[in-house]
């Protein structure tokens, strides 16, 4: 897991309500992702940012936020308007070459 | 469309024996690919990462092969303990930023004793 921490490892809510998912790195990398795994698929990009201050949608950005006010700092956001957010939730943050994971945050709506 | 297939979905073998796990992609441009292992609720792992020069790369008892005339890689993993079961995720990346990763499904590995 290197450097990257994600908290919490399990959250649950209600649906509806927005929730923040946490995720710090001391790397000291610029570039932080987050992806998201579900049962039998790849990991897709939700965002992506290369710099503080600066994001970019990835493919499936749709009832999600960002921000990178920080460069050790990437909080996502998943919004009310995510039609399927149960997921496990994967950051990362990278140096030229590789990605480093974070252990991941498992979200529950119900 | 950028895809990247992986093989088999799952395998199951004895531990102390050998096996190899395929992956063939359709990536274009073509930056370098990765392979990764991922415990079951934990994030993936970096196992090697190939470029375009590259034919085979190890680490430890894991050797990876990349043939990228066929775009095909695999991953060998040579006398097999249990703590290699896991998930092995083939990635291909087509920038150096690696902002445009494309995951394979992942081949799901289970070591019995």
């Known amino acids: 897991d290197g450097g990257i921490t994600q908290s919490p490892k399990y959250l649950f809510r209600k649906e509806g309500q927005n929730v923040t998912l946490s995720c710090e790195q001391n790397?000291?990398?610029?570039?932080m992702y987050w992806y998201r795994q579900d049962p039998g698929q790849g990991l897709r990009l939700i965002y992506y940012?290369?710099?503080?201050?600066?994001?970019q949608k990835g493919d499936i950005a749709e009832g999600y936020s960002v921000s990178r006010e920080k460069k050790e700092s990437f909080p996502l956001t998943v919004t009310s308007a995510q039609k399927n957010p149960t997921a496990f939730y994967l950051c990362?943050?990278?140096?030229?070459?590789?990605?480093?994971f974070g252990p991941g945050t498992r979200l529950t709506v119900t | 469309k950028n895809q990247v297939e992986q093989s088999p979905q799952s395998l199951i073998i004895l531990e102390g024996k050998n096996c190899t796990l395929q992956?063939?992609?359709?990536?274009?441009?073509?930056?370098?690919l990765r392979w990764y292992k991922q415990d079951t609720g934990r994030g993936p792992v970096s196992l090697t990462i190939?470029?375009?020069?590259?034919n085979t790369k190890s680490n430890g008892r894991y050797t990876a092969t990349l043939d990228a005339d066929t775009k095909q890689s695999s991953l060998h993993i040579t006398a097999s303990q249990l703590s290699d079961s896991a998930s092995y995720i083939c990635?291909?990346?087509?920038?150096?930023?690696?902002?445009?990763?494309?995951f394979g499904k992942g081949t799901t590995l289970s070591v019995s004793s």
């Open positions: 990362a943050s990278s140096s030229r070459t590789e990605q480093y």
């Open positions: 790397l000291n990398h610029d570039a």
């Open positions: 940012s290369q710099i503080v201050n600066d994001f």
């Open positions: 992956c063939n992609y359709t990536v274009s441009p073509f930056s370098n």
């Open positions: 190939m470029t375009f020069s590259e």
């Open positions: 990635v291909v990346s087509a920038n150096q930023a690696g902002t445009a990763l494309i």
